[in-house]
């Protein structure tokens, strides 16, 4: 059992980062403390998650996006 645990602790560290990078899209709701969530595909997505939220976020395009 503790096997099995070191293995899939091991497997979420190896393959975590890239996993969430490969749900990246290409426009990013930035909270005022910078924080960033890029999973928006278009602008008028990002604005109307925007407009919903109590803090005053903005829509950037992805720094990450090529």
Not at 14 to 29: R, T
């Amino acid at each position: 059992m503790r096997g099995l645990i070191v293995s899939c602790s091991l497997g979420v560290s190896l393959f975590g980062s890239s996993f969430a990078q490969a749900l990246e899209w290409p426009v990013c709701l930035q909270s005022p403390g910078g924080n960033r969530s890029c999973v928006y595909a278009t602008f008028a997505q990002c604005q109307s998650a925007a407009d919903s939220r109590s803090v005053v976020s903005d829509c950037i395009a992805n720094p990450r996006s090529r």
